[in-house]
């Protein structure tokens, strides 16, 4: 069965650090292109970061610079580091697998909240 499960969410201040962690099971991290997303109440979710089998990131400007994705193969895992985080961070975060040539959903984990406020 293939499944992801983020955790790491939790509240924190201004300027503060967080991990996010995604565990995949089913299948391998490593031949996939993954996903880090986010999404507030009202609006669409949105792409923060990817990383590809190759190795090549892309992030979203708001972003570059303060996150890091990376990727484990043996624990077949995927991190988000998020350092200097603002209060616009604030939102759930998704972690998704896709095919890398073309883009279509393996899966999607069900979200892990994030807070950032003093």
């Known amino acids: 069965q293939v499944q992801l499960v983020e955790s790491g969410g939790t509240l924190v201040q201004p300027g503060g650090s967080l991990r996010l962690s995604c565990a995949a099971s089913?299948?391998?991290?490593?031949?996939?292109?993954m996903g880090w997303y986010r999404q507030v109440p009202g609006k669409q979710r949105e792409l923060v970061a990817t990383?590809?089998?190759?190795?090549?990131?892309n992030y979203i400007d708001s972003v570059k610079g303060r996150f890091t994705i990376s990727r484990d193969n043996a624990k077949n895992m995927v991190y988000l580091q998020m350092n200097s985080l603002k209060p616009e961070d604030t939102a759930v975060y998704y972690c998704r697998a896709f095919r890398p040539y073309n883009g279509n959903d393996v899966a999607w984990g069900q979200g892990t909240q994030v807070t950032v406020s003093s």
């Open positions: 089913g299948f391998s991290v490593s031949i996939y292109g």
């Open positions: 990383i590809v089998p190759g190795g090549s990131t």
